[in-house]
């Protein structure tokens, strides 16, 4: 094998983009015959499974590989055609990038401002699976906590965000009873973001319990996790930046002085050399270097 057909890449992208083999023929005005063989045919010449046939369609291990691939041309394509003072597409510039909650909600956003001419199209998912999108070729960059590259991408440090576990003061003196916090948590409410956030859990092991308590409050945004912790609903570990405004008001107290989680931060992208992504890349890394802590 010498080449990938271009027309049998776009058409396998085409079909994970709108999930099912019918749209995909309608996004490429061709029938879903044409499509069916393109990807046939691609499957064959690379010699394995491209396409979890499911609703919506997903692309199994190898298919995310040429997915990437065919993103990658897209955007190089795109950035040719800029380059050459034309408009290819009829469309503005477009740059997908996954984000985790906690930086959405304090210093990521007005990164964005500083990028012109570019519209950007944001993942938010927890800082631990923001890789995956990566790898699946969904998105063309993301904040994760994975250091190691995602394979063809490149990795920047961006700094360390520190996580502090508070409570507001009524819940402190209502529900852990007089008895210091570090004793009083493994059966204390708690406020998670959702099903997948083990955040508290591994600050309770750290305080030697086997796990935050069982009553637990499921609040799946990082503006609703704040305000439900600053209600009194349960304790959380909330990120520094969030919580300071309230410590200093006294609505929010540190349950354990001293104690606090910092997690590493990177920026990874992909290869290419493109004006958008190196701009949002420095955009991103200097934001950091203001935000979190090195």
């Not at 029938?31 to 063989?37: H, K, L």
């Not at 990795?155 to 570090?182: I, N, Q, T, W």
């Not at 200093?248 to 290869?271: C, F, M, N, S």
Request: aromatic content about 6%; overall charge negative.
């Amino acid at each position: 094998m010498t080449e990938l057909p271009l027309e049998q890449v776009r058409t396998l992208l085409a079909v994970v983009d709108e999930g099912t083999f019918d749209a995909a023929a309608a996004a490429l005005h061709v029938t879903p015959s044409a499509v069916s063989q393109r990807v046939k045919a691609l499957e064959q010449r690379t010699g394995r499974v491209l396409l979890q046939r499911t609703r919506p369609v997903r692309p199994t291990e190898s298919g995310a590989v040429l997915v990437r691939f065919a993103r990658q041309l897209a955007r190089l394509e795109r950035d040719a055609w800029g380059e050459l003072g034309l408009d290819g597409t009829g469309e503005p510039t477009r740059v997908s990038v996954a984000v985790n909650a906690d930086s959405l909600a304090t210093w990521f956003l007005p990164v964005l401002t500083r990028v012109a001419d570019v519209c950007f199209e944001l993942h938010r998912e927890d800082e631990d699976h923001t890789a995956a999108l990566l790898r699946e070729g969904l998105v063309m960059a993301a904040v994760t906590s994975l250091p190691d590259p995602v394979p063809g991408c490149a990795v920047r440090p961006l700094g360390r965000m520190r996580y502090l576990p508070v409570a507001a003061p009524e819940f402190v003196a209502d529900r852990l009873a007089g008895r210091p916090p570090a004793q009083a948590l493994a059966g204390a409410p708690v406020v998670v973001f959702d099903r997948k956030d083990d955040f508290q859990d591994g600050f309770a092991r750290r305080l030697g319990h086997a796990s935050a308590g069982p009553f637990r409050h499921q609040v799946p945004t990082s503006e609703g996790f704040l305000d439900a912790v600053a209600a009194g609903l349960g304790w959380g570990m909330l990120p520094e930046a969030q919580a300071g405004p309230l410590l200093e008001r006294g609505r929010l107290t540190v349950l354990v002085p001293g104690e606090h989680v910092d997690i590493a931060l990177y920026w990874q992208q992909w290869k290419l050399d493109s004006p958008a992504l190196a701009a949002l890349a420095d955009a991103v890394t200097a934001a950091a270097a203001r935000a979190l802590r090195h």
